[in-house]
């Protein structure tokens, strides 16, 4: 799987957009970006992936670059329960053994009241 | 709700004695992984079973072993602990089709003590 390279740590103010970049230069034409987060003593949780569109659920948004070099995840109105470490992983999302994740160092995301 | 289940959630056990983690998952997921998480660092696979097959990650000690009586059930075997061994377990599952691998629901995880 590709590399990832993440801020260590970012502050927000409650109630803004929290931006996340990640960079993975390295990526292959078949490897999702994907993001999950863990809130203390939680948990991964899985926010969201993408291959090259944007994509967006009912968390956040994800903003992938044309040359997918790059993306950001974007959470519209952050709230102190977002306060969380933010993984950005890059991986094949077709089967063929399900490998498991590799977790880099992530972004500690601090959201400010 | 659908879930990943960790029993316990804390859990202390001394230098040398054999341990046991257990998963449980609502999910009816086909894929099963075990993580160690250590203290302020990312969580590591360990291993994962794919249905009824078993993969080991190159690095995992020969300490650590896994068990899956059935598709809803996981354990994690530590046959020797170490003080290194305290960590975070966390369990996760993911469904698994052959052209495409869906994303990991993980457990609350079991922390691990080793006196």
């Known amino acids: 799987d590709a590399k990832t390279t993440q801020p260590t740590s970012m502050d927000c103010a409650e109630g803004r957009a929290a931006n996340l970049p990640c960079n993975h230069s390295?990526?292959?034409?078949?490897?999702?970006v994907y993001w999950y987060r863990q809130i203390h003593s939680q948990g991964p949780q899985y926010i969201i992936h993408?291959?090259?569109n944007n994509e967006t659920n009912e968390m956040a948004s994800l903003i992938i670059t044309e040359d997918r070099k790059s993306s950001t995840l974007i959470l519209p109105h952050a709230t102190l329960r977002d306060t969380a470490v933010y993984y950005c992983?890059?991986?094949?999302?077709?089967?063929?053994?399900?490998?498991?994740?590799?977790f880099g160092k992530g972004t500690h995301l601090i959201i400010q009241p | 709700d659908a879930m990943v289940i960790q029993n316990p959630r804390y859990q202390v056990t001394q230098f040398g004695k054999p341990v046991t983690l257990s998963c449980s998952q609502t999910l009816n997921h086909n894929v099963m992984y075990w993580y160690q998480q250590k203290s302020s660092q990312a969580p590591k696979l360990l291993f994962h079973?794919?249905?009824?097959?078993?993969?080991n990650e190159a690095d995992t000690p020969d300490n650590f072993q896994s068990r899956r009586p059935n598709t809803s059930f996981c354990f994690l075997d530590i046959r020797s602990p170490g003080l290194g061994d305290a960590a975070m377990y966390l369990c996760a599952t993911s469904r698994d089709k052959g052209t495409a691998t869906y994303e990991q629901y993980f457990g609350p995880g079991t922390r691990l003590t080793v006196t």
């Open positions: 992983i890059v991986r094949v999302a077709s089967g063929g053994g399900a490998d498991g994740l590799t």
């Open positions: 993408g291959l090259k």
């Open positions: 079973y794919y249905d009824k097959d078993f993969n």
């Open positions: 390295t990526i292959s034409g078949n490897e999702y």
